[in-house]
């Protein structure tokens, strides 16, 4: 099966300075590399996603890259906020089933 | 558009004990899918059903079952509950022309 190994598990940032989280995956069917923001108490919501005949995708601040070769996709935000301290998950798959990584506890240092 | 509900919103139960979480949707999405989120191993798939009448087996399914009578509705079941199924559980479901899974507020489960 799938494997997804996420880094780093936490990560602080100031304010105004960009944030970088890396998944690698195992199994070269993966076709689809979904991110998600959770935030305390909540269930994860999806923020950006990617498939796998595309190379990179952004929506505003966020970003994600993708590189089939070496199995590993990542998660760039710029100009961070308070409002982006949260857990994110990143995760790979296909069809119906995803598998997600460990997630990134990000927090934003004022 | 409430989404996707998830009752109870919390539960502490005895070991042994026979537990039911509920799951509902009203986006009339056909795929459903119960996660299990423990700290430091993600979030872990248990059962998903790709359509009402169909269910399949996730990567940690032992210990659980589940039913999809109908479209909206996709119950979890613990038959004896045992202190290892202590953990959060959220429900999600996905279109049939979409990979995105939306997910449920959770369930924080606490068997002792």
């Known amino acids: 099966g799938e494997n997804v190994e996420q880094h780093p598990s936490t990560l602080s940032v100031q304010e105004g300075d960009s944030a970088v989280i890396k998944c690698t995956y195992s199994?070269?069917?993966?076709?689809?590399f979904p991110w998600y923001k959770q935030e305390l108490g909540k269930g994860p919501q999806l923020i950006i996603d990617?498939?796998?005949?595309?190379g990179e995708k952004k929506d505003q601040r966020i970003a994600v890259t993708l590189n089939k070769t070496a199995k590993h996709f990542s998660l760039h935000i710029t100009e961070t906020q308070p409002e982006d301290s949260a857990v994110y998950f990143c995760?790979?798959?296909?069809?119906?089933?995803?598998?997600f990584g460990t997630g990134t506890r990000l927090t934003i240092i004022p | 558009i409430a989404g996707i509900t998830q009752a109870p919103t919390s539960q502490i139960l005895a070991a042994g004990r026979r537990m039911t979480l509920r799951c509902t949707q009203d986006?009339?999405?056909?795929?459903m899918y119960w996660y299990r989120q423990d700290l430091g191993l993600g979030l872990r798939l248990i059962h998903y059903?790709?359509?009402?009448?169909?269910?399949g087996k996730g990567e940690v399914p032992d210990g659980y079952s589940v039913s999809r009578a109908n479209t909206d509705d996709f119950p979890l079941t613990l038959a004896s509950a045992v202190p290892s199924q202590t953990s959060v559980y959220f429900c999600?479901?996905?279109?049939?022309?979409?990979?995105?899974?939306?997910f449920g507020p959770g369930t924080r489960l606490t068997v002792t």
């Open positions: 999600a479901s996905r279109t049939g022309w979409s990979y995105e899974q939306y």
């Open positions: 059903s790709n359509t009402a009448g169909t269910t």
């Open positions: 995760a790979a798959g296909y069809g119906e089933k995803l598998t």
């Open positions: 986006m009339r999405h056909n795929a």
């Open positions: 990617i498939r796998s005949n595309v």
């Open positions: 199994d070269s069917a993966s076709n689809y």
